[in-house]
């Protein structure tokens, strides 16, 4: 089963950037290459689409490119860090990740609230229908 939005995925990934890792970098202590991360597809709490301005090519953000991925899978992708990033030393800078997605935990949950908003609706006319 392939990676959609809203699945919560386990990955692990190295991140560099112009063939450096950022492993040292205060911004992700403890580095990245040695950590899983739990994710949740679509949540944004990674970095998001951008444009390098310098040269306009536009970038997908980390988590849509995992999306169609299969358990095991590994896939290079790229980011750009965005101009107001909390780190300086990354601003605007264009980043490599090699990604390995491990396992997906929760495929349902966006199944699970999608019912959960169906059964309110029909609980609320039900409710209506017997006034």
Not at 11 to 16: A, D, L, N
Not at 45 to 64: C, H, L, M, Q, V
């Amino acid at each position: 089963m392939a990676l959609q939005r809203d699945n919560r995925a386990l990955i692990k990934f190295e991140g560099r950037i112009g063939g450096d890792s950022y492993e040292t970098s205060t911004a992700f202590p403890g580095g990245t290459s040695r950590r899983t991360y739990p994710l949740i597809i679509g949540s944004n709490s990674f970095i998001g689409a951008g444009k390098d301005f310098t040269t306009g090519k536009e970038y997908k953000g980390f988590e849509e490119q995992l999306i169609g991925m299969e358990k095991g899978e590994k896939r290079i992708i790229e980011v750009i860090f965005p101009q107001n990033y909390h780190a300086a030393e990354f601003a605007g800078k264009v980043a490599r990740s090699w990604i390995r997605w491990l396992l997906i935990r929760w495929v349902v949950f966006s199944l699970l609230n999608k019912v959960s908003n169906v059964y309110k609706k029909v609980k609320t006319n039900i409710f209506l229908i017997n006034k």
